[in-house]
């Protein structure tokens, strides 16, 4: 009979799998009081972060998300999460890798360093599951997955910005322009590509398939879970969550918010529906603590990235 761990699971329990007792209020922080290692043998899904706002083009502060949705993910550790009922862990192997290291004094060295953490993990083909961080971290990760994958991919992208204003300076960090530089790479293919919850203006989306907010407000959670199923169908998707995509009043701690977003029940109930997705990398990004109120946005992101594990779980157990 395995023991039951009490307090610390993260450095104490000794399989990938199972939860452990712990106080909400104190412990080892990782997400969702994951193992912490870099051992990957046998790893499902490997949440890592990425602590990057050298990108943002507004308030920065991203930096310290990854630490905020661990934090924030305390309660979703204690009871199974809803509305799945089970514990993805009884079934699903997942461990918190911690951070990806990079020189953030030495700019030219990022993007290789974010590549080269995800072909580490991806090696293993265990799933990543990352926590930025600025948006610019997609697309190296998206090089990485693309790598592995193959390319193009089709890409599930929330948010308030779509992220494709032109930019051919294959050394910028700019979060702003990850998506143009992924479709002139060929990384992502538009035709079977999606975005959630647009709600900014650029001259030329480059024929990705938007369901901006204003739609998603008329049409409901249910019509935009179709409609991004009918879109990707059944091939390698990239899911990547800017929390900005929720309404400021929903997500405060954010770098650029933007009115008229979806509530965080619009966001989940979409999220939730997505088990028929072939679903081989996701990363939550944009959390910016600094400007949170009541860890409403770390909150927020820490449910949106155990739903994505819950999605992982149905896969896992329905054998795809």
Not at 13 to 25: A, C, D
Not at 184 to 206: A, M
Not at 251 to 277: D, F, K, N, Y
Request: proline residues 6%.
């Amino acid at each position: 009979m395995t023991a039951i761990i009490h307090g610390d699971g993260a450095i104490r329990r000794p399989s990938l799998y199972g939860s452990s007792i712990e106080n909400t209020y104190g412990g080892v922080l990782s997400f969702m009081r994951r193992n912490y290692t870099r051992e990957l043998d046998g790893v499902d899904v490997v949440v890592s972060g990425v602590p990057l706002d050298l990108a943002t083009t507004f308030r920065s502060g991203a930096r310290l998300g990854p630490s905020a949705v661990r934090a924030a993910s305390v309660q979703l550790a204690e009871l199974h999460p809803y509305p799945w009922g089970f514990n993805p862990f009884d079934t699903l192997a997942v461990t918190d890798y911690g951070d990806c290291w990079f020189d953030g004094h030495n700019p030219l060295s990022i993007k290789p360093a974010i590549i080269e953490h995800a072909r580490t993990i991806l090696r293993s083909n265990a799933k990543m599951l990352t926590f930025g961080g600025d948006h610019f971290i997609t697309y190296p990760l998206l090089i990485a997955h693309a790598e592995k994958y193959g390319k193009p991919l089709s890409l599930i992208h929330f948010d308030a910005h779509c992220d494709t204003w032109a930019d051919d300076s294959p050394d910028s960090l700019n979060h702003g322009t990850m998506f143009y530089k992924a479709v002139k790479d060929g990384l992502i293919d538009p035709k079977t590509s999606v975005q959630v919850g647009i709600r900014t203006w650029n001259e030329d989306f480059l024929g990705i398939n938007m369901l901006d907010a204003a739609w998603v407000h008329e049409h409901g959670p249910a019509a935009a879970r179709q409609r991004i199923l009918d879109i990707v169908g059944e091939r390698p998707a990239y899911l990547t969550f800017d929390i900005d995509c929720l309404d400021p009043a929903f997500a405060p701690g954010t770098g650029t918010p933007v009115p008229g977003g979806l509530s965080s029940a619009q966001a989940l109930s979409i999220v939730r529906g997505l088990e028929a997705v072939n679903l081989i990398g996701a990363d939550v990004v944009e959390v910016a603590p600094a400007y949170d109120q009541s860890e409403i946005t770390a909150i927020a992101a820490a449910h949106i990235a155990c739903d994505l594990l819950c999605l992982w779980r149905q896969r896992k157990v329905a054998g795809k």
